[in-house]
């Protein structure tokens, strides 16, 4: 049965399931300018990759370090994809442009269909296949809010891996949804921090209901994988390879594009670690790197965390616990406060190094909303459109509806393009709070610079 | 851009959006026997059109008495199917098939991707629609656990009507979810009883903490829609133009199964008010009554709500407050009390009459399953598929299941179906009780038929 995709400019795009792209595209060897190594804290040295297997699985080890322009997407995940189901469609937000009265086309990738309700599983199907192909027995991970921690434990049952989530305290138990969710899928959840570690022993010795936080959750979860022969710490974002997975997206949105006739002016989606955003656009960057398209390519980020619009390109922990390697990036600082915003995905004090860098050297702009701003293009979205949006993902959208509307002033018929990367049905409490005219706008955290980097 | 649909006995079917049917069936004129009219309560004589156009809109009026064999979609509402999106696709169940041993093959019509997370828009939006063209202001409803009120809220908000829902009070506060996500899209919510109805005050003045109930919610609804001539109360289930629209299921299920070039061997799904499984078998029951399919039917209920096992096909209520005519069809009396399962989708007494007359007749079978055996299924397939289903839809699941492991014993290589109508991520803390064994079963209630019923 033959299926050449569907395209209509006025509905948007879909691909046939044998459309679906059998490589992801790693932006590394295309880069204006090489990515500065990781370094050893301690010695200040380089890091290679024989120092990361003790921790990841060897081919995603290898991914990382590799400059290799294309991976194959093995067998097995290309089929666990088309079941999310993927291609996922490019659709015209047409009842949003009419509400804004702008000339401009509005596109949105749905990613939201995924059975967690966003982008994640794109790389967490992907890690927890290797690691299985790797003889490995356990999946060691952390979540906060549960967004990767949900799309690791549907991975998991998968492809038939034990998961262990370490899920910060506080998180657990005012929002359990994502929680029961991963016990569903099968995944044991502990609450961090827990009884499973030394790090957490001791910070429960001295308090019996310590809230938790995701440094803690990442050290327990490192601990517990180092302890452990057979296992293995998988993470959501941030790190190259993670960032390749989830290209899936863009080289779909590239042939949906194609088949429209269609080039986007503009591309915008929110940034926490930066593997939503980057998967979206980097095909297209490859290519505006080539001087084949002149698409504007804008990160949004939370005025809560600004890690690119007020923080620094400079070396820093990947994590508050100063495990990591340092890892030269966007960081608004390992110990700066996260303010409590809804878009817990967004609490990310860092940013993906090759995203940093491309914000560093202009090929990428940012910029940053206050969280009632966000929602008040999510609930405009909802009404017109009819889908909910994450919390998340409705950052880039609200750079979107901004967009149309200065084209509203211009009469300019830009092609925007946004990644709805997941659905808000899990974040209903937020939608609550501004419903009612609760929500409330954090002030952006005072930024504590590692120490290091002062010098 | 030519797209012929995709289909792999493998993987599934997927149609192209310009697949998307472009009528609704209505099964009234193919019936083996006629429907028996409904009858005014006090005179026991037959009611018209014209009674029912206080109530409903007109052309749903028109439709629930129409003989005629195809109805057409709007071309608003085929666009606005589009955008859920329709088609969904019908998936082959592959990993549960591996997981049960099976030879059979189990697919499912994958429902759960609307916005709402159920194939209610699928009516809603026609309802929503046929009331806007007709010069109406105001929707008023009423639901339980809220996934009709959501529905019908996104449809308002698409046809820019006002809609009111009177949700049981005690639903509103121990599942607030969909209450938020109605007034997201721009509800009004009132929890029932309330202030805005001579009903709601009486109770309220009673006791001020009424935790309210679906009969009173619904007498609400009728009481606030007669007061006011622009508006209109618009109805999830049962009727037979609510059946008909959800015919577009089956529709699509037909075509994805003749591009793979399969007959289902059996077919089964979940019923509340019946208008789901209608949606999706009706079609086939019409091969099949002209001697052109063998496919069995086999309808899913609740043990604690056994209108189909253990009722009666009889006259009754459709309404527990008796506002209704008298319905012919499987009740277990509008008085009996139901217990509280978490589908709460289908804790409705009686059945619709279209499907009351085709199990009465033996054309439909139907089985009833307690909802610890429903979760047991629903786990495997979030374990296998990935996919959360509704605790409602699961109830078919069930079937299928139990079907496939029937196969695995005979080595019949049956070809399975189930609609998976919606997905459970609203209802997580019913997969937490069961997870934590803490999920009871409940003795089918004591019937209490209505006295009329015993004459």
Known sequence: MTFKGYADPDYGAVLSP?????????????????LAPMLDSHTLKPVGPKQFERLFPKELVRQQFSKERWFDIPQEVWEAYRTLPRPTPLVRARRLEKFLGTPAKIFYKAEQFSPVGSMKPNTALAQ?????????????????????????????????????????RVSAQQKPGRKILMETYGAEVLESPSENTETGRKLLAENPNHPGSLGIAISEAIEDTLAQQEARYLLASAFNYAL?????????????????DLVPDMMCGCIGGGSNYSGFIYPFVREKLRGRIETEFVACEPTAVPSTTRGRFTYDYADAAEHTPLVKMYSIGHSTPNPPIHAGGLRFHGKAPSLSLLIHLGV???????????????????????VIPAPESAHGLRYAIDEAIRCRKTGEKKVIAFNNCGHGLLDLSAYDEYNKGKLVDWEPPEIQLFEYLRK
């Open 18 to 34: 044998d459309d679906l792209p059998k490589k992801w595209y790693n932006i590394v060897p295309d880069l204006p300018e090489p």
């Open 128 to 168: 927890a296949y290797y690691a299985k192909k790797q003889g490995l027995e356990l999946a060691v991970s952390e979540t906060g809010a549960g967004q990767w921690g949900s799309a690791l434990a549907m991975s998991c049952a998968r492809f038939q891996l034990k998961a262990r989530i370490y899920m910060v």
């Open 244 to 260: 390749a997975h989830q290209t899936i997206m863009g080289l779909e949105a590239q042939k949906q594009f194609e088949l429209m």
């Open 364 to 386: 990428v702009k940012s910029v940053a909303f206050p969280q009632t701003k966000v929602f008040e293009a999510a609930k405009m979205f909802a009404q017109t459109e009819g």
